[in-house]
């Protein structure tokens, strides 16, 4: 709700609340009804809904219950419109935009599924949606679920993932990848095996606290299994051994914007090109990209490939340049 509906919202309620304290600290004083009593007879008064009072009304009484009905009768219909027309909206606002996000999901194709909105459910969400990649959440907690609401970038779905129609409908059929950042190994097993079950094709990457619990993910169906400690203190060992080499490798790897990054580059739609050299190609004199390693079709990794490597269309690039020299790149293999 936006600043001004919250200062209707509370002036309706204040007003309510006014006119019943009038009316019980009327009837108890003129009357000496019991605050129940001056309570009823408050509600049915402004209420008009014609029900014999509880006492007999003295004068007194009668001109009070005149006047509470002349100022309230405007103030009442006021705010109990308000408050029928404000939880009505909400509830429509609330299945419009369920409605909206599911259309939204079901037409999505190659987007990411983050099951955990996390620390590192959301780091990762974070950095997919930096790179213009198509993410949907999967998350059950309501107080996690209302923070990703204010994220309008952020599609999610609320459920549970082990269970085929949540992931269903966070699109796992039609998903490239999928990330499972719950903090317990145990559900981030039930999450791999059921997706993979439902998306052979699917990459998925997984978190695990405990070591022995890698291997059990991988037999699960899992591609990757990320230990987040173990990272941890791999990177924080590699700041003492080679603090500036690690720092370089980050700032390319993991920048979002900025001149020069590190690109992967499928040749497989490479057609005039099959079968020729790097040298042969001219790659770094012509676009002026640095190739830094290449992936054969039997997952061996070449750092540094030679100028008479051979490229295929099993072949797998990595490559450092801008974004204009990528793309002159992508133009050359094409």
Do not use: W
């Not at 006021?78 to 606002?93: P, V």
């Not at 990649?133 to 994220?151: D, G, M, T």
């Not at 290449?294 to 008479?308: D, M, Q, R, V």
Request: charged share 20%; proline share 3%.
């Amino acid at each position: 709700m936006d600043h001004k509906g919250k200062h209707s919202l509370i002036f309706a309620i204040s007003i309510l609340i006014l006119i019943i304290s009038i009316g019980i600290f009327g009837y108890t004083q003129i009357e000496g009804y019991t605050f129940v009593e001056a309570l009823y007879m408050t509600i049915i008064t402004i209420g008009t809904v014609g029900f014999k009072e509880v006492h007999p009304l003295s004068t007194e009484g009668m001109l009070f219950t005149t006047i509470l009905i002349v100022i309230s009768i405007g103030f009442f219909a006021y705010g109990a419109s308000f408050l029928a027309r404000y939880f009505s909206d909400r509830i429509l606002a609330r299945y419009s935009n369920k409605y909206i996000m599911e259309k939204q999901i079901a037409k999505l194709r190659n987007h990411v599924i983050v099951v955990g909105y996390g620390r590192n459910g959301s780091q990762a969400v974070d950095e997919l949606i930096a790179h213009n990649i198509p993410v949907v959440v999967i998350e059950n907690r309501p107080k996690v679920i209302e923070y990703i609401k204010e994220n309008p970038k952020i599609l999610y779905v609320d459920g549970d993932a082990t269970d085929d129609n949540t992931l269903r409908r966070a699109g796992v059929n039609h998903a490239k990848a999928l990330i499972t950042a719950l903090a317990n190994d145990a559900d981030n097993l039930f999450v791999v095996i059921t997706a993979r079950e439902m998306n052979s094709d699917l990459l998925i990457i997984s978190r695990a606290s405990a070591i022995a619990n890698d291997k059990k993910l991988k037999l699960a169906g899992a591609d990757n299994v990320i230990l987040p400690d173990k990272v941890g203190g791999q990177k924080m060992a590699k700041l003492v051994i080679q603090p500036d080499i690690l720092e370089f490798v980050e700032n390319i790897m993991l920048k979002r914007t900025g001149e020069v990054s590190l690109f992967e580059i499928s040749c497989e739609s490479m057609k005039s090109t099959c079968g020729k050299t790097i040298q042969e190609l001219g790659i770094r004199e012509k676009t002026g990209a640095n190739i830094l390693g290449a992936k054969t079709s039997f997952g061996e990794y070449i750092l540094n490939p030679p100028p008479n490597y051979e490229l295929t269309p099993d072949t797998m690039l990595f490559v450092l340049g801008t974004n204009e020299q990528i793309e002159n790149l992508k133009k050359i293999l094409s």
